[in-house]
């Protein structure tokens, strides 16, 4: 009876391994939002040494000369090519002032 109990108590560690092995990890930026030199409709943020993908921010983060800090989860690379992309963004504007674009990308939907 006690090796069928461990048995199946290894079983359910085993199963949640791969879960835990696969999460994505959450990261924070700080910095400027400013387009992307190769596709200007992607939305990058340039925080320390890493450069992030954010253009799936919902609502989308505007160029208004302010800056932003939040967080989202590291998805991998896109087609805009600067940085990583990111996913479940939040984000909040700061008093950071920031450049707005001379010529505003093209709107995204």
């Known amino acids: 009876m006690k090796s069928l109990v461990l048995a199946v108590a290894a079983c359910g560690l085993l199963a949640t391994a791969p879960a835990a092995a696969l999460a994505k990890p959450r990261v924070k930026f700080a910095g400027c939002p400013t387009p992307d030199t190769a596709h200007p409709e992607c939305v990058i943020v340039k925080s320390g040494d890493k450069t992030y993908n954010v253009s799936l921010a919902q609502p989308p983060i505007h160029y208004n000369g302010l800056g932003i800090t939040g967080s989202g989860v590291v ?3 896109s087609y805009c090519r600067e940085g990583e992309m990111l996913i479940e963004i939040s984000y909040k ?3 950071e002032p920031c450049a707005v674009p ?3 990308p093209p709107k995204r939907p």
């Open 93 to 95: 504007y700061t008093l």
């Open 102 to 104: 001379k010529q505003a």
């Open 75 to 77: 998805e991998g690379v």
